[in-house]
């Protein structure tokens, strides 16, 4: 359920994330969804005319041997819970390298996507990075695990309505950038690589790219502020936990299972994210 509160903001990413809360900034789908629905924000930007930083975390490693894209949602999002790190990792080496726990969260989300990129026909032929060509025709013409990314990334339900945007805004075909095969078993083949990702603006064909890293650029993202979402500034982060001796992970799963009801959805992410730093051990 889209937050009824949702501001678009400007400034490169890290001056974003520190004012929205990362668990409510729109995906790609949903930005999509809202450029087809809702185009005009409550400001007057017109979203289908801006250029959007989303809070897909774009995670390049390689798996069994194959070099794989893992998308996930904001609040598992590394990049996003650690972006002082993560810009500056990124502005200045060119890649995020996330740290083994929390690829192992990311990866093991329900919401995260994994597409092998060997699967995909992607064209290019620059050394760092490839594209997909996503058809915006009725009879488009993927195959399986291209439609798997392209509807990961244009809307799952939605799919099909939104190439009729497309069609309508007189896109022919869209693209998404990802990093090259080659490139992620060169690079990722240890360590996983992080990347930021943004979608363009319907006059540069709605293009999203998953493996950006010119995230000191000034542009745009939507969500709720910070203040909004804890008003008394009493984020799970700030609030003082005391957890008895010899609580589990086992432990902290039962609380989050239990709190379900309790906590908003928007809010959960980053609850339990919370719950985790402060009751379990610190290695």
């Given at each position: 359920?889209?937050?009824?509160?949702?501001?678009?903001?400007?400034?490169?990413?890290?001056?974003?994330?520190?004012q929205?809360?990362?668990?409510?900034?729109?995906?790609?789908?949903?930005?999509?969804?809202?450029?087809?629905?809702?185009?005009?924000?409550?400001?007057?930007?017109?979203?289908?005319k801006?250029?959007?930083?989303?809070?897909?975390?774009?995670?390049?490693?390689?798996?069994?041997?194959v070099?794989?894209?893992?998308?996930?949602?904001?609040?598992?999002?590394?990049?996003?819970n650690?972006?002082?790190?993560?810009?500056?990792?990124?502005?200045?080496?060119?890649?995020?390298?996330?740290?083994?726990?929390?690829?192992?969260?990311?990866?093991?989300?329900?919401?995260t996507?994994?597409?092998?990129?060997?699967?995909?026909?992607?064209?290019?032929?620059?050394?760092?990075?490839?594209?997909?060509?996503?058809p915006?025709?009725?009879?488009?013409?993927?195959?399986?695990?291209?439609?798997?990314?392209?509807?990961?990334?244009?809307g799952?339900?939605?799919?099909?309505?939104?190439?009729e945007?497309?069609?309508?805004?007189?896109?022919t075909e869209?693209?998404?950038?990802v990093?090259?095969?080659?490139?992620?078993?060169?690079?990722?083949?240890?360590?996983?690589?992080?990347?930021?990702?943004?979608?363009?603006?319907?006059?540069?064909?709605?293009?999203?790219?998953?493996?950006?890293?010119?995230?000191?650029?000034?542009?745009?993202?939507?969500?709720?502020?910070?203040?909004?979402?804890?008003?008394?500034?009493?984020?799970?982060?700030?609030?003082?936990?005391?957890?008895?001796?010899?609580?589990?992970s086992?432990?902290?799963d039962?609380i989050?299972?239990?709190?379900?009801?309790?906590?908003?959805?928007?809010?959960?992410?980053?609850?339990?994210?919370g719950?985790?730093?402060?009751?379990?051990?610190?290695?």
């Amino acid at each position: 359920m889209i937050p009824a509160n949702l501001v678009t903001i400007s400034g490169n990413l890290r001056e974003i994330v520190q004012q929205l809360d990362i668990t409510t900034m729109l995906h790609v789908d949903e930005l999509t969804n809202e450029r087809r629905t809702n185009p005009i924000d409550a400001d007057g930007t017109d979203l289908r005319k801006v250029w959007l930083y989303t809070p897909d975390g774009e995670l390049y490693s390689v798996r069994n041997g194959v070099p794989t894209l893992s998308m996930t949602r904001g609040g598992v999002n590394p990049f996003l819970n650690r972006i002082d790190d993560a810009y500056d990792q990124l502005t200045k080496t060119g890649n995020f390298r996330p740290n083994a726990e929390e690829m192992s969260r990311a990866l093991g989300e329900y919401s995260t996507v994994h597409n092998d990129l060997t699967k995909l026909r992607l064209q290019g032929n620059d050394d760092e990075w490839r594209f997909l060509v996503v058809p915006t025709k009725k009879n488009h013409g993927l195959r399986f695990e291209e439609e798997k990314l392209a509807r990961r990334v244009f809307g799952d339900t939605t799919f099909r309505d939104n190439l009729e945007m497309f069609r309508e805004a007189g896109i022919t075909e869209s693209r998404i950038y990802v990093l090259a095969p080659a490139y992620v078993c060169q690079h990722a083949g240890k360590n996983p690589v992080g990347r930021a990702a943004w979608l363009y603006n319907l006059n540069s064909n709605s293009d999203f790219n998953a493996s950006g890293r010119d995230i000191n650029n000034h542009d745009r993202s939507r969500g709720v502020r910070r203040e909004e979402v804890f008003p008394e500034g009493n984020a799970p982060e700030n609030t003082a936990l005391l957890a008895p001796d010899g609580i589990t992970s086992a432990g902290v799963d039962e609380i989050i299972a239990y709190s379900t009801d309790f906590v908003p959805a928007i809010l959960r992410n980053q609850f339990e994210l919370g719950l985790r730093s402060k009751l379990l051990p610190q290695k």
